[in-house]
């Protein structure tokens, strides 16, 4: 179960804090909505839950707060605004990496493929789903590590009737086997339906925390209730006085001899059925109905089959009235199928009869059974719902399949995070975008520079002018480092816990390792293509090996190993792909000049003969000439950018772990 004490947001300047001192349950084995309208602090509420935002108060998820638990993910499964993910990953690459990031078996990608019907969409594009594919995708990732807790944020938020009704139906499952299940929304409509328990916020305090009937009973909209066996007529009468007097009046067939009025009161409606001669059975104020075409609540369900039973199959008639007094005529039933009036410019709605599901915990709107045709257009989420008397006493329909439990858990494992960022860096093209846009550029820039002159032919080879303060391959890997952790941050429920960006060593280690590999790669592949379009273009005179070529080579990937490692912690630290380039490109253009400034100012002393000393220091001779490397390495650092990165790294590197540090003592 799910329990928030005194749940409050950080006050802003002035302001009030968006969420004060909500404290509430959700128990297990219940669906429970958090209601309330935009601004109301739901959200906010459910960021302090997750402990995404800084606030005060606790929450415990089965009697532990979040950062208590080793696997979070394992725990809650989060939905927190659209699907987290790349627009160009595909969806089974997407769940594949998630497996990865959770530590589940990669079979499990596929079975919740076929839970949630997007097997036929695997090969598919994040960017290319729509709405509702969105939602059901969103749904698949909270599932996928088999959560005991789901979390989410206006899951029903955008989507037609039929894919609520389906979406409701994954959350009564999974609180039916024992799980729970705490939904934002709001429509009140949407909670009394799809919850057992709703929870109010308005303003960021809690109003009401009641049962789903209660709720019905007490916050939910006042009707008048009329049974006639005139209905048809009086409904006509009561819609056309309603446009004379200019008066907002709402009538609903609600089926056979049943009228709900919205928006006038029992004396008004008995003198106008006095003044006309119509027989009523019975007139009475009655509140908890969730709007015209609602249809009866569980407590009104049987008296509403025994009306079908009688031989009612749906609504003759109904009227809406406007505030400008425009009244249009009802929607009209005939022959099993229902025909929605479109509304009127003043803001006028038809709507037919609606029943609800015999079984309430089959909660949603019941999807269009009027014809072969009428479920098939996706954005009729507003439709009506005719059901005739064998569909209400048939029995109600079985929930959905949830995916099978994950009955053995994968150990932990240091190759995890590092599947997890292969997965995350080979599954779509920007990598390899732009390791092709910086071998172009370095192959235009190394033949410009060879028909210009006067470049050193180490510049020549890696394409870096005097000019430039990084070449075009240091820049790619900075950026690639710095995309590290993009789809952390435009996405936090990728992370691998908790839904916000992890900040573990083991993941640290994985991104720095991919990103070593990519730069040594991206670095080796500049200089041969460099050096194959200059033998092309002017021949072999400017393709021979340097002398030094050791310790040019050694400075060449230093160079670019050291800019992507720069991009991965500054991304880190400063949870911006921006600011990781940014970081990258400071280092030549900032850092630099200091280091060049204080290394060229006055010495007493030199750093002369150290190869030898280091020699007597050691007492031994290096094998293989050892120190040819040593001393080369030496020389990168003593250089000004060799300098001035390993400076800057060393910053990142403390920055990140003091960081690190500071999130684990919160």
């Given at each position: 179960m799910i329990q928030a004490f005194g749940l409050t947001s950080n006050s802003r300047k002035d302001l009030p804090p968006a969420v004060d001192d909500v404290s509430f349950e959700a128990p297990a084995g219940r669906v429970t909505a958090l209601l309330g309208a935009s601004g109301a602090g739901k959200t906010t509420t459910l960021r302090l839950m997750l402990e995404l935002q800084q606030g005060r108060g606790l929450t415990y998820f089965k009697g532990r707060p979040l950062h208590?638990?080793?696997?979070?993910?394992?725990?809650?499964?989060?939905l927190m605004g659209d699907v987290p993910g790349h627009p160009a990953r595909?969806?089974?690459?997407?769940?594949?990496?998630?497996?990865?990031?959770?530590?589940?078996?990669?079979?499990?990608?596929?079975?919740?493929?076929?839970?949630?019907?997007?097997?036929?969409?695997?090969?598919?594009?994040l960017g290319t789903l729509s709405r509702g594919m969105d939602r059901r995708l969103g749904l698949a990732c909270a599932l996928l590590p088999d959560p005991h807790?789901?979390?989410?944020?206006?899951?029903?938020?955008?989507?037609?009737?039929?894919?609520?009704?389906?979406?409701?139906g994954m959350l009564r499952a999974h609180a039916a086997q024992g799980g729970t299940v705490l939904f934002t929304t709001a429509e009140p409509k949407e909670a009394a339906r799809a919850a057992d328990h709703v929870i109010t916020l308005e303003q960021g305090r809690l109003v009401a925390d009641q049962a789903a009937a209660e709720f019905a009973r007490t916050r939910l909209r006042p009707r008048v209730a009329v049974r006639t066996p005139h209905a048809a007529r009086l409904a006509a009468?009561?819609?056309?006085?309603?446009?004379?007097?200019?008066?907002?009046?709402?009538?609903?067939?609600?089926?056979?001899?049943?009228?709900?009025?919205?928006?006038s009161t029992c004396a008004d409606v008995g003198e106008t059925a006095f003044r006309h001669g119509v027989l009523v059975h019975q007139l009475a104020d009655e509140v908890g109905d969730m709007g015209p075409g609602a249809g009866p609540f569980p407590g009104e369900f049987a008296e509403a089959a025994q009306g079908a039973r009688a031989g009612v199959t749906g609504p003759e008639s109904g009227e809406f009235v406007d505030n400008e007094g425009g009244g249009v005529a009802g929607t009209a039933v005939r022959g099993g199928q229902a025909h929605d009036n479109p509304?009127?410019?003043?803001?006028?709605?038809?709507?037919?009869?609606?029943?609800?599901?015999?079984?309430?915990?089959?909660?949603?709107?019941?999807?269009?059974?009027?014809?072969?045709?009428?479920?098939?257009?996706?954005?009729?989420?507003?439709?009506?719902?005719?059901?005739?008397?064998?569909?209400?006493?048939?029995?109600?329909?079985?929930?959905?399949?949830?995916?099978?439990?994950?009955?053995?858990?994968?150990?932990?494992?240091?190759?995890?995070?590092?599947?997890?960022?292969?997965?995350?860096?080979?599954?779509?093209?920007?990598?390899?975008?732009?390791?092709a846009a910086v071998l172009v550029a370095s192959a235009l820039t190394a033949v410009l520079l060879a028909r210009v002159g006067h470049t050193p032919q180490a510049r020549l080879l890696a394409a870096w002018p005097r000019e430039l303060p990084l070449p075009p391959a240091a820049l790619g890997a900075g950026l690639l480092g710095a995309l590290a952790f993009g789809d952390e941050f435009r996405h936090?429920?990728?992370?691998?816990?908790?839904?916000?960006?992890?900040?573990?060593?083991?993941?640290?280690?994985a991104k720095l390792a991919v990103a070593t590999v990519t730069a040594l790669t991206l670095a080796f592949l500049t200089v041969g293509c460099d050096a194959e379009v200059l033998y092309l273009v002017y021949g072999r005179e400017l393709t021979e090996v340097p002398a030094d070529w050791l310790a040019l080579s050694v400075s060449w990937f230093g160079l670019v190993v050291g800019c992507a490692w720069s991009?991965?912690?500054?991304?880190?630290?400063?949870?911006?792909?921006?600011?990781?380039?940014?970081?990258?490109?400071?280092?030549?253009?900032?850092?630099?000049?200091?280091?060049?400034?204080?290394?060229e100012g006055a010495s007493v002393r030199a750093a002369a003969?150290?190869?030898?000393?280091?020699?007597?220091?050691?007492?031994?001779?290096?094998?293989?000439?050892?120190?040819?490397?040593?001393?080369?390495?030496?020389?990168?650092?003593?250089?000004?950018?060799?300098?001035?990165?390993?400076l800057s790294l060393t910053a990142l590197l403390c920055a990140y772990l003091l960081t690190t540090l500071r999130s684990r003592v919160r």
């Open positions: 208590r638990i080793a696997h979070p993910s394992r725990e809650v499964g989060v595909t969806v089974r690459g997407h769940l594949r990496m998630l497996c990865a990031a959770a530590g589940v078996p990669v079979r499990r990608a596929d079975e919740v493929l076929e839970v949630v019907g997007l097997v036929s969409l695997r090969d598919e594009r807790t789901l979390v989410l944020d206006a899951p029903a938020d955008g989507l037609s009737a039929r894919e609520s009704h389906w979406l409701h009468l009561l819609a056309k006085e309603a446009r004379t007097a200019h008066r907002s009046v709402e009538v609903v067939r609600e089926g056979g001899n049943r009228l709900s009025v919205y928006g509304s009127t410019p003043s803001g006028s709605h038809l709507h037919g009869e609606r029943t609800v599901p015999a079984d309430r915990r089959a909660t949603g709107d019941q999807a269009p059974r009027c014809g072969p045709d009428s479920g098939s257009d996706p954005a009729g989420g507003s439709g009506d719902t005719v059901l005739s008397p064998a569909t209400l006493s048939r029995a109600p329909a079985p929930l959905p399949p949830l995916p099978p439990p994950i009955s053995v858990r994968s150990a932990p494992s240091p190759l995890r995070p590092l599947r997890y960022e292969l997965r995350r860096a080979a599954g779509i093209a920007t990598g390899f975008l732009t390791a936090p429920a990728l992370a691998a816990d908790r839904g916000t960006v992890p900040r573990r060593l083991g993941l640290l280690t991009g991965v912690l500054a991304a880190g630290v400063f949870r911006s792909t921006t600011a990781g380039l940014a970081a990258v490109v400071a280092v030549p253009v900032l850092v630099v000049p200091l280091v060049q400034s204080a290394l003969g150290l190869p030898a000393r280091l020699r007597e220091v050691f007492l031994l001779q290096w094998p293989f000439g050892g120190e040819r490397y040593l001393v080369g390495a030496v020389r990168v650092i003593a250089q000004p950018v060799g300098g001035a990165l390993a």
